[in-house]
């Protein structure tokens, strides 16, 4: 019987965040990607969600390594959360080595010492029991971002990470499409293309073309000039540097994560900075307006955020102020309107001339958009087309793309988290499924909240609760103590004791109607009953009731 | 001393919602717009949130007559809430009032009849104590839209509504341009002016495009179509089954809200539509695929509309199925974005062919563009500019037109919700604020939750809450019963036994400690803090604890 090569998608599919996905072959198995997502308004309280390892646990010597295409959030963070479980070796690239190195220094009771960390670089072949892989520079918001060939034994499969075609690349590093032409005509089995930007029609324009926009801004500003972007993108922040030296302006950096980030870049030469051009933030003030150019955080109006807290006039040492330009050199993720239009909001009232992306296009995704997924299909020609690393509509707009293709793929694969692709070299099926659900990591905990938590939570952030303490006498029957009702969120206390008199009144009278032989259960549930109703009919809202009831 | 014109925005100024103006002259005012908004992701359980009246209520005989531009939730939406408290005449034009008296039928205790609601049209002049109305017919995305041309002792204010220029508007009507340059000619006080469109580059699309587009999709589409749009775009509804005529489909109007508002819309001559082109829709699976048309709401992925409920496979009589073509020929609100994804995403995996505007520009905006906001300014050549209706941002760019008009305002004032604006003939100012903040709506309460309640419901939605129970005899002191621990969204309890017994365990060895004398109150306390702390400790989380000490 032949044996398939399987390609499971952990995370990543179907969602934009938590890449994850296992490539097994005969009980050997590698991983591409290793991410965690920030959870969306229906998870409050969850700081992360990381992918479900189940799969692997139940395996438990299946896995024999991992693969990073590159160091954003969403390819590293869950490594501090799963690393000790699969103690298995990770290779990246340099600077994203560094990042996974800064991570796991950053996590209690984890030090990089710990985790088998091994550098690769474009040119390195990589054999790991039936596979051999390959990186492949792309171009990405990140430096060192890299694509993998995956050699197995049904044929080769090419995983693009994430990218984007740049005729012009600020930094100079575009995909390496030679190499992938040449695969294309050698045929290659499977693709796995990077789907993000599938809504968008055209291609991606080039850094080169903000490079010249924020110019034209640097040009004009008479005042300070504040540039927030992503803390990993380091093309942009090189621009900023490169710009504000040509602009005869100084460099301050604020917040740790930019701090932190330049100086790993810089260490490593991803990131070229005269020392003389760089001032610390404390000494902000004694520079002239026009000689200063602050590079920070706070694009996605993230509440502790440099941006914000400047925005805000709750910032040690910048407040924003007229004269000032802020330009926002980044995307809005779906989900933080509401906090970004307040930061812009707030920057437009302390009188910054505020330029962002509706005023002036100051940033380019970092992901191809439609006629760059076509290029790089036709590149590749892969025999089976797997859409990877989007929202679902994403991958079937992606998949889409296929039809426009000489010659098109044999088959597009449309999977979701934890559906198994099994390849043969002549065909390719989607099979049963394997867990692959959100873990959410909340505080300390990771995995312990469910849905039932979620749900509580979501019940008591709309109409609050009530408890309602009673002491009967475990001998008579008879009322002792209370009613004491405690509530939150439900109704103002201050306004509300005439209700919350009248709810105690009915309970006593409801324990006078059960009489005194009445079961403690009994007592419980009718007076969930008889509260619930009550509320609902003072306020239309449905608070959680509890009843205590004590027998002394 | 000279009498000046008061403009006091209560709501719309610095937001995208609840819009409502006060004009004040010599004691009398008048009140254009009574709006609500919908609650923001920081709401938690509000339904709704309508502007603050303190300022009228604290000024009992004040306010005269409320102006109605045109029928949307945000310009009539406080309506029901406030009518009984100001008891003053509504005017409106005809489907503005016909949408007013729906929505006062639907509300409980209120009817039409209590309301002193007035016709106005075009052409017509209202005089109320000093103002002197004259409405002026405008294009949005709704029929019978005005603003209003009002005469005052100390000039001209022109209050725009909301509006486009539409080069080929669907239905015919266009602002009216010639009496606008004419007013502006003679001289014009004050202009407010619709800067929702602030942060958009150029004129606003026609609707004569949307037509086009649609008719390329109606002419490519094999089943079933299902257009999705607002409830009161009754152009876009006419649009849809003009364009269902033409491709011999029959209509299908599924949902509430699109069934009221096509009907009224009908009756008064809004909307023409065949009887015989519209089938119940328990009767759409009678049709063959390919005449069938399907209007409903949902284009907000809002949980319960036909939309979401069809894309869920929650629909008593239609399913999604492979072969459909869906249009959301609707925007996304901002805030909205993943409940449209999802909806989105669960569209394409039921098989449909979905369309929305990163496909295909499906849709156009009710209000003019940056170009058509200059086009305003222009024709009225007002004194004093006062953007109107619009985030901060989107006052501040709308303000930055002025200086490329010929000959600029005089003045551009940039206000807040409650900020009084003193209009002289020869100046303005901005001056003292009035009360002017949120009103929440909650179930029953109206203006009941403050922010206090909606802190707990944020901490409680994060964290959950434990309740810890005592009885302690109240001679002895002596621990009678309890600890009783109620805990809902910290932890899952089934999981969690353990970490609960210890916790009760603490509160006994804290009783222990503190002696039998302790008063109850240091008794709570120290309970809570310790409680706190010990899970803290051992989750990082910081659910709200509340002691209930009994004495019995």
Avoid: W
């Avoid at 229906?42 to 590159?70: C, E, S």
């Avoid at 985790?115 to 492949?136: C, H, R």
């Avoid at 610390?280 to 914000?308: F, H, K, W, Y």
């Avoid at 009445?518 to 007592?523: G, K, M, R, S």
Wanted: proline content about 5%; charged content about 20%; hydrophobic content about 40%.
């Amino acid at each position: 019987m032949t044996i398939p090569l399987k390609i499971i998608p952990l995370g990543g599919m179907g969602e934009v965040g938590k890449n994850m996905t296992l490539l097994e072959y005969d009980g050997e198995a590698i991983m591409v990607d290793c991410g965690l997502m920030f959870p969306g308004s229906d998870m409050p309280g969850i700081n992360l969600v990381i992918p479900d390892i189940t799969y692997l646990q139940q395996n438990p010597n299946l896995l024999k390594a991992i693969f990073i295409t590159h160091g954003h959030e969403d390819h590293i963070g869950a490594i501090p959360f799963v690393i000790r479980q699969l103690d298995v070796p990770i290779y990246a690239t340099q600077l994203t080595c560094a990042f996974i190195k800064n991570k796991l220094k950053r996590t209690p009771g984890l030090s990089a010492k710990d985790i088998d960390l091994l550098t690769i670089a474009d040119g390195d072949t990589i054999t790991v029991g039936p596979f051999t892989l390959e990186p492949f520079r792309v171009s990405h918001s990140i430096p060192d971002a890299a694509g993998f060939v995956i050699h197995t034994p049904v044929g080769i499969v090419v995983h693009t990470g994430e990218y984007k075609f740049d005729p012009q690349p600020y930094s100079g590093i575009t995909v390496d499409e030679d190499r992938l032409r040449t695969l294309g005509d050698a045929g290659v089995l499977a693709l796995l293309s990077d789907s993000t930007n599938a809504e968008r029609l055209g291609y991606t324009a080039s850094e080169e073309m903000v490079a010249q926009n924020l110019d034209e801004i640097f040009s004009d500003a008479k005042g300070r000039i504040i540039v927030a972007t992503f803390a990993s993108n380091i093309y942009r922040i090189q621009m900023a540097i490169d710009l504000a030296m040509a602009h005869d302006r100084k460099v301050i950096f604020v917040g740790r994560s930019i701090i932190d980030n330049t100086r790993i870049a810089r260490d490593l030469g991803y990131l070229t900075i005269p020392d003389d051009i760089i001032v610390p933030v404390d000494r902000v003030n004694n520079l002239p307006d026009s000689r200063v150019t602050i590079i920070c955080t706070g694009t996605q109006g993230e509440r502790n955020s440099a941006l914000v807290r400047m925005a805000n006039g709750e910032h040690n040492n910048v407040d924003i102020m007229t004269g000032d330009t802020v330009i926002i050199s980044a995307t809005t993720i779906p989900g933080n309107e509401e906090l970004v239009h307040r930061t812009l909001d707030n920057l437009f009232r302390r009188g910054a001339n505020v330029i962002y992306q509706a005023i002036k296009p100051v940033h380019v995704s970092g992901h191809a958009s439609r006629e760059g997924q076509k290029k790089m299909l036709s590149l590749v020609r892969p025999k089976f087309f797997i859409p990877a690393q989007g929202e679902y509509r994403m991958l079937v707009l992606h998949g889409q793309l296929a039809d426009e293709i000489d010659p098109p793929p044999q088959k597009t694969l449309i999977a979701e988290n934890g559906q198994v692709i099994e390849l043969y070299e002549e065909n390719a099926y989607l099979r049963e499924t394997v867990p692959a659900g959100h873990v959410f990591v909340d505080g300390l905990g990771v995995g312990d909240i469910g849905s039932i938590v979620l749900r509580d939570r979501h019940n008591l952030s709309r109409d609050g609760f009530v408890t309602c303490v009673i002491a009967i006498d475990e001998n008579t029957g008879e009322l002792v103590d209370g009613p004491d009702l405690v509530s939150r969120g439900f109704v103002y206390m201050k306004d509300s004791e005439m209700m919350l008199d009248e709810a105690a009144e009915i309970v006593v009278e409801t324990l006078a109607n059960l009489g005194r032989s009445a079961h403690p259960d009994t007592i419980s549930e009718t007076i969930h009953e008889v509260l619930s109703g009550f509320f609902y009919r003072q306020t239309h809202r449905r608070p959680m009731v509890f009843p205590v009831v004590l027998e002394v």
